[in-house]
């Protein structure tokens, strides 16, 4: 299976590697969204993880302009985020589910 992560941080995506790869998925980093819908066009994904702030758009973007194009593949956001709001919009915009990056570290 594959998995695309769209994480600007090499600390968290050697963190979500280390999780992922456990479930044996073969892992695709991007640190953008530009370059993570790039990747899309591209290959077809099981799963994706996307951080909600990237260089060049936010996650909830993100996630928007994914589900236009493919309804069905998880999307999982990575965040610090604890602000409701926030996070019930990027429910609303298509993630599947949020991941905080406090519970990567007890997840790994």
Known sequence: ???????????????????????????????????????????????????????????????RLVRQQNAKVPIFIVTSETEPTLLSSALTAGATDIIRKDDLPRLE
């Open 1 to 63: 299976m594959d998995a695309l992560i769209v994480e600007p941080s090499p600390t968290y995506q050697r963190i979500l590697s280390r999780m992922l790869e456990s479930y044996d998925f073969q892992l695709t980093f991007v640190d953008s969204a530009i370059a993570g819908l790039r990747q899309l066009k591209l290959q077809r994904f099981q799963i994706i993880c996307v951080a909600m702030y990237l260089p060049d758009l936010t996650g909830i973007e993100f996630c």
